[in-house]
């Protein structure tokens, strides 16, 4: 499982040109799901995406998480993350689990973070066309991969 993770002033979600969903000052995070993800990996990464200091405190050192500031978590499905480009220029997709296998694990990875952070999730809609708009804050983004935890 594999998480794109940026600091945004604010985020949102359109599908078919009707807001779907959105936040201000948070965490945008983007979740691609493999084929051999399980429990584990979700608990792995709710752990780091709940306790990751990318907020600035009082001195201006990133040193705050999520948590710390009762910021809000915009958290949308993306296939994509799990491309292999190896081999050529179009991007195998073959490492990405399917939908009954994805679809699950996304809606546990959510349920799980919501019960982290003690508060709903913003979302999208897993496999339809959005529109994910965010104005990025530093830029800061990071990316965790719970296959490999030394990246």
Known sequence: MRIVIQRVIRASVTINGQLYSEIPKGL???VGI???DTRDDID??????VNLRVFDD??????L???DINGEVMAVSQFTLMASTRKGNRPSYIRAARHEVSIPLYNQ?????????GKPIATGVFGADMKVEL???????VIIDSKNKDF
């Not at 009082?58 to 040193?63: D, F, L, T």
């Not at 990875?109 to 952070?117: C, D, I, N, P």
């Open 135 to 141: 104005l990025n804050d530093g830029p800061v983004t």
């Open 28 to 30: 945008l995070l983007l």
């Open 44 to 49: 792995y990464l709710i752990k780091k995406t």
């Open 58 to 63: 009082e001195a201006g050192v990133m040193n």
């Open 65 to 67: 998480s999520i948590a």
């Open 109 to 117: 990875f959510v349920e799980a973070l919501a019960s982290a952070l």
């Open 34 to 36: 493999g084929e051999d």
